[in-house]
C-alpha cells in the first residue's frame, strides 16, 4: 500500500489546454445551427457525409502535406501508442478522407465521389486572433473527377453555406500554381530568382529556398514582402492544360456571380496542391484603415497528386474545401442559425411532493412523445419557486402536478396568458395533450 500523499491539484494544473475551449450555450448552438445548416446545403448539392477517426498514422500526414509546411514540421500533435504505433491528432480532413477513399476501395464507384464532413482538428499554433489549437471545420471533397467544374462546386458551395451564415460581403482570392508539368520548370526559375537576393531574405526563408521555395511567396516578413513583387508568379508559368483549366474555373465563378481576385501570390500552407488554390475572405468597409489583414474563412483547392502519395497507383484528380467554423462563429458578421434540437419550452411542467416527483417521468414521457417541448425544474419542491421560474421561461402552458393530483390521477393545465385553469385526468393526458398542441402551433 502506498502511503503518499495526494498531491493537492491547484486550478492552473487541470485547466483546459492552450487553445483549446469549452463551448456551452448559446454558442454551443451557434455551432450545432451552423453544421446542420451547412450539412443541408452540402446535401442538396449531392455531398454525402464522411467521418474518418481524429487519430491518423504518422505517415497519413508526413507523406502529403509537403516538407517545410509548418503545418507538418511544426504543428502536429504526435503521439506514440502502448503498442508502438505513432499516431498523429489530424491537423487537417483531405489527406484522412483521401486514405478512406484508397482504403475503402472507392475508385471502383461512380465517380467522382462528393464528401462533406465536420469536427476538430488540431495544431500546435501560436494562440492569437482566429488561431486555435483545436479548431473545427466544415470541409467539402471531391474525388475522382479533374473537371473544372468541380472546383466550381465546391468554391459555389462553400460561398452559399457562408452566405447563409450571415457572410454578405464574400471574396474569394483565388490562383493556380500549375501542376507536375509546369511546377518543374517554375520552381527552377523561383529559386533563381530567390538565390540572387539570398541575403535580403529572412532566415526562415533561407531555410526554405531548400526545403519548400514556392512557401516563400506565403512570407510576411518585411524584408521578403518587397522581394515577393518582382518575383516570378506560378500563374505566368502554367502549361497550356493548366491555363485552360483555370480560365474555365474562373468562367464558371463569374458566371455564379461570386466575386473574386486572382491573387498570384496565393500558394497555400499544405504542398499537396495543384492547379486552383482558393480562399475565402469577408471583406470589411473600414478594413483598409485598420490595416489588420482579413482572416480567411475557409480555403482550399485541387489535389490531384494527393493520392499517388499516399500509396494508391492510380492518380486520383481532387478538389475539395473546408470552413473554419470557429471563425465563422466568432466574427461579427456571423447570424446564428438556430438548430433544428433548439426548441422553445411550450409548457412548464411543476411538481410538488414524492409523490408526484415519482409519477413525473410518466407525464414528461407523454408530451416528449407528442413532441411538444417542455422545460422543469425536478429538482425544486415550492410551488411559489418553480411558478416564479415558469413565469420567466415564457412557456404558453404550465402543468401543475401536486400531491392531490398525484392521489387523483389528474393534472392542473395552466394557460399562462389567460390564467384560466382546467383539470385532466391522467388517462386523458394524450388526449389532451393533442389538442394543445394544435393549439400550440
Ligand atoms: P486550411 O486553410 O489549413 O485548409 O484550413 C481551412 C480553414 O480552417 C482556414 O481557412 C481557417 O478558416 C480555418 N483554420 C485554419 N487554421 C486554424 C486555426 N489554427 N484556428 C482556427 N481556424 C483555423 C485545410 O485544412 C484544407 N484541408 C482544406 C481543404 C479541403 N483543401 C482541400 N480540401
Known amino acids: ?32 445551427g451552423f453544421f446542420e445548416k451547412a450539412s443541408e446545403i452540402a446535401a442538396y448539392y449531392g455531398f454525402r457525409p464522411i467521418e474518418t477517426p481524429i487519430l491518423e498514422r504518422e505517415a497519413v500526414f508526413t507523406s502529403s502535406l509537403g516538407v517545410g509546411t509548418d503545418i507538418r514540421d511544426k504543428e502536429m500533435y504526435t ?24 482504403e475503402n476501395g472507392m475508385q471502383a464507384l461512380p465517380q467522382p465521389v462528393m464528401f462533406y464532413n465536420y469536427g476538430p482538428y488540431f495544431r500546435h499554433e501560436n494562440p492569437q486572433r482566429g488561431r486555435l489549437r483545436e479548431l473545427r471545420q466544415f470541409g467539402l471533397e471531391i474525388l475522382g473527377t479533374q473537371k473544372s467544374i468541380a472546383d466550381a462546386l465546391v468554391i459555389r458551395t462553400m460561398t452559399l453555406i457562408l452566405d447563409e451564415a450571415g457572410f454578405k460581403n464574400l471574396s474569394v482570392e483565388i490562383n493556380s500554381i500549375g501542376d507536375k508539368e509546369c511546377r518543374g520548370g517554375y520552381m527552377r526559375e523561383l529559386t533563381n530568382y530567390y538565390k540572387k537576393h539570398i541575403a535580403e531574405l529572412c532566415p526562415a526563408c533561407k531555410e526554405r529556398i531548400k526545403t519548400n521555395p514556392l512557401r516563400l511567396l506565403d512570407c510576411k516578413d518585411a524584408r521578403c514582402l518587397d522581394l515577393k513583387v518582382g518575383a516570378p508568379t506560378p500563374i505566368d508559368s502554367l502549361c497550356n492544360d493548366c491555363r485552360h483549366h483555370f480560365k474555365e474555373v474562373i468562367e464558371y465563378v463569374e458566371e455564379m456571380g461570386i466575386s473574386y481576385r486572382i491573387n498570384k501570390n496565393l500558394v497555400r500552407g499544405l504542398d499537396y496542391y495543384t492547379r486552383t488554390v482558393f480562399e475565402v475572405i469577408e471583406l470589411e468597409p473600414d478594413r483598409d484603415e485598420s490595416g489588420v489583414a482579413p482572416l480567411s474563412l475557409g480555403g482550399g483547392g485541387r489535389y490531384d497528386l494527393l493520392a499517388k502519395s499516399l500509396g494508391s497507383k492510380k492518380d486520383v484528380p481532387a478538389v475539395g474545401g473546408a470552413i473554419g467554423v470557429d ?19 411550450k409548457v412548464y411542467f411543476i411538481q410538488l411532493g414524492n409523490e408526484a416527483k415519482l409519477k413525473s417521468f410518466g407525464i414528461i414521457e407523454t408530451l416528449r412523445k ?44 395552466r394557460n399562462m396568458e389567460t390564467r384560466s385553469q382546467e383539470t385532466v385526468k391522467l388517462a386523458d393526458l394524450p388526449d389532451f395533450v393533442k389538442h394543445l398542441k394544435d393549439e400550440l402551433k
Not at 79 to 102: F, N, Q, W
Not at 390 to 411: C, H, M, V, W
Open 327 to 345: 471563425r465563422v462563429i466568432m466574427s461579427p458578421a456571423h447570424k446564428p442559425i438556430n438548430p433544428r434540437i433548439l426548441k422553445k419550452p
Open 79 to 102: 503521439l506514440k501508442t502502448k503498442g508502438g504505433d505513432h499516431l498523429v491528432m489530424r491537423p487537417e480532413g483531405t489527406a484522412g478522407i483521401m486514405r478512406a477513399y484508397i
Open 1 to 32: 500500500m502506498t502511503t503518499e500523499k495526494p498531491k493537492k491539484i491547484k486550478s492552473e494544473d487541470i485547466a483546459s489546454p492552450k487553445g483549446m475551449r469549452d463551448i456551452l450555450d448559446k454558442e454551443y448552438y451557434a455551432y450545432q
Open 370 to 413: 407528442a413532441h411538444i417541448p417542455i422545460a422543469q425544474s425536478l429538482s425544486k419542491d415550492g410551488l411559489a419557486q418553480q411558478l416564479a421560474i415558469a413565469e420567466r421561461s415564457g412557456a404558453p402552458y404550465t402543468i401543475i402536478f401536486g400531491q392531490k393530483e398525484a392521489l387523483d390521477n389528474t393534472i392542473i393545465a
